[in-house]
C-alpha cells in the first residue's frame, strides 16, 4: 500500500531533526578549550586579533595589556583560524576607540573588527578544533614572514600527543640589519625588523606572480636573517609546513609576549 502524503511529509521532518541534532551534537562535541593572551613585555602592547575568512571575530578584534598581564577568553566551540599579534608603541587621542601604533596599527582603532595589521608584526597562527571531534586537533606556529617586532611562543597547556613550545624568544630589535630596519618618526629608536617583500616589494622576496609557488618560493638572505635566530618559525611564505604542530585536544593555548 502507498504511504500517504501526511507520513513522507512526517519521516522527512523527522530526518530533518535527527540530522540537525547530530550536526548540533557534533559541534557541541569538543571540548572547552580557552586562549591566553599574556604581556611580560617591560611595555604595554596592545594584541590584536584577525580571524580567517568565515571565523568569528574574538575579543572585538583587540585590547590593550600592561605589562606582566593577561586575559583570557574562551575560543569557539567548533574550527576557527586566525592570527593574533603584539602592537607596540601605541597612544590613544580624543575617542576611547582611537588607537595609533608604531608597529601592527589596524586602521588606528583599539577593536580591529577583523582587519589586519601594518607589519613588520611577528605572528601567532592557529587553527582550532580540526580533524573531527574525535581527534580534536589544534594547530599553531609563529610566523616572522611579515617581519618582527616582539619575541613571541605559542604555548600549549594539557594537550595530547606532540605540543611543543614554539616560537621566536630573540629579541630580533637590537640586531636586525639596516635595510630591514624600522625606526620610530624623528630619529626614534627601531621599533621593527621588516621582511625581505616589505623592504624591497620585489615578486621574488614576496612569493608573488610566477614566485608563488614551492618550487619558484625560495628562501632569501633576509629569510635566513630571521631563520638562523628563530629557527622555530615560518621566515617565508612557502617554508616548511612542518613547523606547524599539531596537538590533541588541550586545556589552553598561551600566546606569550616577550616569553
Known amino acids: 500500500m502507498a504511504s500517504s502524503p501526511l507520513l513522507i511529509l512526517f519521516l522527512f521532518t523527522l530526518l530533518l531533526i535527527s540530522q540537525q541534532q547530530c550536526s548540533f551534537s557534533q559541534e557541541e562535541a569538543y571540548p572547552p578549550l580557552t586562549l591566553t593572551v599574556v604581556n611580560n613585555c617591560p611595555f604595554t602592547v596592545c594584541p590584536a586579533i584577525q580571524a580567517n575568512a568565515g571565523h568569528p571575530v574574538l575579543e572585538r578584534g583587540g585590547f590593550c595589556l600592561h605589562t606582566l598581564t593577561h586575559r583570557s577568553f574562551p575560543a569557539p566551540n567548533r574550527h576557527w583560524s586566525g592570527r593574533i599579534w603584539a602592537r607596540t608603541g601605541c597612544s590613544s587621542s580624543g575617542a576611547a576607540a582611537h588607537l595609533t601604533c608604531a608597529t601592527g596599527d589596524c586602521g588606528s582603532r583599539l577593536e580591529c573588527g577583523g582587519l589586519g595589521g601594518a607589519p613588520p608584526t611577528t605572528l601567532a597562527q592557529l587553527s582550532l578544533h580540526h580533524g573531527g571531534p574525535r581527534q580534536d586537533l589544534s594547530s599553531y606556529g609563529v610566523s616572522l614572514v611579515d617581519g618582527f617586532n616582539v619575541p613571541m611562543t605559542v604555548t600549549p597547556h594539557e594537550g ?24 620610530a618618526p624623528h630619529g626614534g629608536g627601531v621599533v621593527g625588523c621588516k621582511s625581505g617583500c616589505a623592504a624591497f616589494g620585489t615578486d621574488e622576496l614576496c612569493c608573488r606572480n610566477m614566485y608563488n609557488s614551492p618550487k619558484t618560493c625560495r628562501a632569501s638572505t633576509y629569510s635566513d636573517y630571521f631563520k638562523s635566530k628563530c629557527p622555530a618559525t615560518f621566515t617565508y611564505a612557502h617554508d616548511s609546513p612542518s613547523l606547524t604542530h599539531d596537538c590533541s585536544a588541550p586545556k589552553e593555548l598561551k600566546v606569550i609576549f616577550c616569553h
Request: with cysteine.
Open 160 to 183: 595530547k600527543g606532540r605540543c611543543p613550545v614554539v616560537g621566536c624568544r630573540e629579541n630580533l630589535l637590537s640586531n636586525c640589519p639596516d635595510a630591514l630596519q624600522l625606526r
